[in-house]
């Protein structure tokens, strides 16, 4: 058994500590669950052992023996490899499986003239998919992969080398029930190959399923390690929050009006057929429905995206309203929180308060469209404290900062428009018990203020605690239009599985 242990590691970047002398240590052969709130540093440890920051200090060995770490290849020779959560970033689309999954092969020798063995290249990549039990094609282009399979590519890369200790940050996020399953073989795969897993996830029944060991983090620091089998859940939730967490959704006394939002026949390119719906003002409605239901698609066509909407009536307080792009959707007062914030609902190099002003530019403008930076900076501010965004700055590039603040971000930007109808799709999605708690008063406030409310999630409980009803999706249908308080969970699933 061998031991990778990180010892005194801190790190700091402009205006904020993000790791304060942080002891760490994981086993092969086991998977090591690492959470926290969001901002808690796990993240930021994870991407020292990686190689993606070099700028910390302390020590990180391998059975005692100091490594160097100060780059992803040196971290790769050295067995640790990492499959971050937002697959599309470490993808190339455009290439197939294979040459995804044989990446680091074809670019080892880059600078060199070298011929590629194709049918070796795709044999290779076969080969590893065949042991992990996939049955991806090899020549199939990763665009035209799901989520899941693209994180299936990552990992078949990650063991396609000489991989010791495998990193998989927020693994689940995008799987369905079934795909999870088939995660969690693969990982018990690996522990049997002698392979150590460190497990970064918010979804604490899994690792409590899965994990072996656990080290909880808060403010940069480490403040509890120990075997799963000696604690439980609601103590991991104090120790990651530091205090109790009490009701996770909020009490949902809205005034609920007229209806304001009606569907009707809403049909798209590829999954949404016929689906008709309606929101009143001051409610908020659940889209239920497992991975792959359609969920996302519908939120993607309602608003406009892609020019998906092929069929379909849109009337919003009572008048017709054409929803051809996401121009026209904003326009008539429609706003969307994707599921996929970093490539869809923030731009990660700008600051945090360019992403908080971006959507209402007209707002801060002055003659001849010059924008006041003064009155930009100041709305910017008020939204940090009102969301509890935490940032070194108003002027913090937004790729620095924890998942749950991107998400609040990538809500908080809408909160200028002041828009009608907000749809979120899936927006706990990586987020931790703290930040979902911030979320869900920040919706149910909306919901009080009039505004008409969409929440689509896989995550049922989610929907039986924020919504007043919801419509259930099965392979792009509306199956069942409930009302939450008179259902339950199990209902709820019995319809998102197909049945009648």
Not at 224 to 233: L, M, P
Not at 327 to 336: C, D
Not at 473 to 489: A, H, I, M, P, Q
């Amino acid at each position: 058994m061998t031991t990778l242990e990180m010892k005194n590691v801190s790190i700091e970047f402009p205006g904020v500590k993000a790791l304060n002398r942080v002891d760490f240590s994981v086993k092969s052969g086991k998977t090591h669950a690492l959470i926290g709130a969001n901002g808690a540093g796990k993240s930021t440890l994870m991407k020292v052992l990686s190689g993606a920051y070099d700028h910390y200090t302390g020590e990180i060995t391998l059975d005692g023996q100091s490594m160097t770490i100060r780059s992803p290849k040196s971290a790769m020779d050295a067995g640790i490899q990492i499959v971050y959560q937002e697959v599309d970033t470490a993808l190339i689309p455009y290439l197939t499986v294979a040459e995804n999954i044989m990446l680091m092969d074809t670019v080892h020798n880059m600078g060199k003239k070298q011929w590629v063995n194709w049918k070796s290249l795709h044999s290779r990549a076969a080969t590893i998919l065949s042991e992990m039990n996939l049955s991806l094609p090899t020549k199939k282009l990763v665009s035209e992969l799901t989520l899941a399979e693209k994180q299936m590519v990552l990992i078949a890369r990650a063991v396609s080398k000489e991989c010791r200790f495998l990193i998989l940050d927020e693994p689940t996020a995008p799987l369905s029930h079934t795909e999870t399953n088939e995660l969690f073989r693969i990982v018990q795969e690996l522990k049997n190959r002698d392979v150590g897993v460190i497990f970064i996830s918010h979804r604490l029944p899994e690792i409590f399923e899965i994990c072996d060991d656990i080290t909880i983090m808060r403010n940069g620091e480490v403040v509890e390690r120990q075997r799963i089998s000696d604690t439980n859940q609601n103590k991991v939730v104090e120790h990651m929050l530091g205090q109790k967490l009490g009701d996770q959704f909020p009490d949902k006394f809205m005034t609920i009006g007229d209806t304001f939002l009606e569907v009707k026949g809403l049909t798209d390119k590829d999954k949404i057929k016929d689906f008709s719906m309606n929101v009143k003002a001051g409610e908020i409605v659940g889209i239920a429905g497992l991975v792959g239901a359609g969920k996302t698609e519908f939120c993607k066509a309602l608003f406009g995206v892609e020019g998906k909407l092929v069929a379909g009536e849109v009337k919003v307080n009572g008048k017709r309203v054409n929803v051809k792009n996401p121009y026209e959707a904003v326009k008539n007062g429609l706003a969307l929180v994707p599921e996929e914030r970093r490539k869809e609902g923030i731009l990660v190099n700008a600051s945090v308060e360019s992403n908080l002003t971006v959507v209402n530019l007209r707002h801060f403008s002055k003659d001849f469209s010059f924008l006041d930076r003064k009155k930009e900076k100041l709305v910017a501010k008020a939204l940090i404290n009102r969301l509890g965004i935490k940032t070194p700055s108003e002027e913090t590039k937004v790729q620095n900062l924890s998942g749950g603040n991107q998400q609040k971000i990538a809500i908080g930007k809408w909160l200028v428009a002041d828009a009608d109808v907000y749809i979120f799709d899936e927006p706990t999605k990586g987020v931790d018990v703290g930040a979902k708690k911030d979320i869900f008063n920040l919706i149910v406030e909306l919901a009080s203020r009039g505004k008409a409310i969409i929440y689509a999630s896989s995550e049922l409980s989610e929907i039986m605690g924020i919504t007043n009803r919801v419509y259930v999706l099965y392979d792009g249908r509306s199956v069942k239009e409930l009302e939450t308080k008179s259902t339950n969970e199990e209902e709820l699933l019995f319809y998102s599985t197909g049945g009648r």
